[in-house]
């Protein structure tokens, strides 16, 4: 099975900081790569997928980056309704594996 | 739009079975593989099953092969997940979600989620 490791795990970060985050797979995933956002309670939410195709509605200042082992989420400037849990997700090969997630807090 | 309704989730003893309904519209059902993921109590997310459009072929995780069976019914626009041998560690709000594409990379990779349904396994 592919590992998928996220850093950091938690955040604390103001409104308006660029913030990243970065997941790494056990083997080499392609660009088969994706970022969901999940908040309290809630279903999660589809942000990027392909590694850096954004999903339709998401806003602009959400970007991807990266191939092979090593990517980034990227937030150009952090919103109040971005403080959530970041989960990244490879689907090059079953079984489908996640990263333990990173949780952004408010500083 | 896209809509996924869970059902059937509640409070079973170890050992017992349930089975979980996904309700789905706003797309074409039979045209795309669908896939069951669980979360449990404050933690991460788990795949747990897919099933192929025709209900042909299905992959499971290793921690519910042998328990667990995903199924459908597309004259109905329905997914199922008959659970067995329930274990407290099954314990979770199970979501099912849907596909990008109906094939290649993009039928393992999510664009719509259901609100989920939560399942205690409790003595």
């Known amino acids: 099975d592919i590992q998928m490791t996220q850093s950091p795990s938690s955040l604390s970060a103001s409104v308006g900081d660029r913030v990243t985050f970065t997941c790494r797979a056990s083997?080499?995933?392609?660009?088969?790569l994706a970022w969901f956002q999940q908040k309290p309670g809630k279903a999660p939410k589809s942000l990027i997928y392909a590694a850096s195709s954004l999903q339709s509605g998401v806003p602009s200042r959400f970007s991807g980056s990266g191939s092979g082992t090593d990517f980034t989420l990227n937030i150009s400037s952090l919103q109040p309704e971005d403080f959530a849990t970041y989960y990244c997700q490879q689907y090059n090969s079953y079984p489908l594996t996640f990263g333990g997630g990173t949780k952004v807090e408010i500083k | 739009q896209v809509q996924l309704v869970e059902s059937g989730g509640g409070v079973v003893q170890p050992g017992r079975s349930l089975r979980l309904s996904c309700a789905a519209s706003?797309?074409?059902?039979?045209?795309?593989?669908m896939h069951w993921v669980r979360q449990a109590p404050g933690k991460g997310l788990e795949w747990v099953a897919v099933i192929s459009y025709d209900g042909n072929n299905k992959y499971y995780a290793d921690s519910v092969k042998g328990r667990f069976t995903i199924s459908r019914d597309n004259s109905k626009n329905t997914l199922f997940l008959q659970m067995t041998s329930l274990r407290t560690d099954d314990t979770a709000v199970y979501y099912c979600?849907?596909?990008?594409?109906?094939?290649?990379?993009?039928?393992?990779?999510?664009?719509?989620w259901g609100q989920g349904t939560l399942v205690t396994v409790s003595s």
């Open positions: 979600a849907k596909p990008r594409r109906v094939a290649a990379a993009g039928s393992r990779s999510f664009d719509y």
């Open positions: 083997q080499g995933v392609n660009n088969y």
């Open positions: 706003g797309f074409t059902f039979s045209s795309y593989g």
